[in-house]
């Protein structure tokens, strides 16, 4: 089976700008869910979707959007970046439904925000 | 609402010898427990978890850890370090709810070193 595959790797952006990171979870897996991790603040729950619908949301403003497709492939958006935004984002996806289930993460997206 | 704390953001041992990565927990319902792994460069990958079965969880890579609930801890351990184990570990929590998988909390991260 494939693994969570991100794209793009990589990203340079301006302040001010917008940004769309897109997620592939694994094949049969339903639930999605994005991390953003910097030196400063370590690994932190931006939301996860399931079934199309936003069932778990972090502290991030609302420049922090997301969304889940029909076939469980997620894009995250970030409006009017900011320095700050600079990080690795990473997307983990899971079986999803009731309970805990392992989440398997993608290899990140390096956003760099100048 | 739960936490995670990593006892020492930087740890060296030798080739060899025992690798003892700390984590402590706070949750005020039976939590479910991780420890993944991150290579530079690359996303996170599982090495075990606990979800209230057996008490000693075996990982992958030879690793394992022990749920300790009178101490709150899962420490992970090692017998014996290899070169290529040089990576950053992180101890996550995760709750359950009536929605389902809950988000993971991280702990900040340990640094393994490898000393050849």
């Known amino acids: 089976k494939a693994g969570v595959t991100q794209t793009p790797r990589y990203l340079i952006k301006t302040r001010g700008q917008q940004v769309t990171l897109s997620c592939s979870p694994i094949?049969?897996?339903?639930?999605v869910s994005w991390y953003q991790q910097t030196p400063g603040q370590g690994l932190q729950f931006l939301f996860e979707y399931f079934s199309e619908t936003q069932r778990n949301k972090g502290n991030f403003p609302g420049r922090f959007s997301g969304r889940q497709f029909s076939n469980s492939r997620s894009e995250m958006n970030v409006s009017t970046l900011e320095l700050g935004d600079s990080a690795l984002y990473l997307c983990?996806?899971?079986?999803?439904?009731?309970?805990?289930?392992?989440?398997?993460f993608g290899p990140g997206t390096r956003l760099t925000v100048t | 609402a739960q936490s995670v704390t990593q006892l020492g953001s930087h740890v060296s041992v030798s080739e060899g010898a025992l690798v003892l990565l700390r984590c402590n927990y706070s949750?005020?319902?039976?939590?479910?427990l991780f420890w993944y792994v991150q290579y530079p460069n690359q996303g996170l990958q599982l090495l075990l978890k606990?979800?209230?079965?057996?008490?000693l969880v075996k990982g992958i890579n030879g690793f394992e850890a022990e749920f300790k609930k009178s101490e709150t801890s899962f420490h992970l351990t090692k017998p014996s370090a290899h070169m290529s184990d040089a990576a950053e570990y992180f101890c996550a929590v995760s709750v359950t709810s009536r929605i389902g998988n809950e988000k993971l909390t991280f702990g900040t991260g340990t640094r393994l070193t490898i000393i050849p």
């Open positions: 606990y979800t209230s079965a057996a008490t």
């Open positions: 949750s005020s319902v039976p939590p479910y």
């Open positions: 094949s049969g897996h339903r639930s």
């Open positions: 983990a996806s899971s079986l999803g439904g009731t309970g805990v289930w392992e989440q398997y």
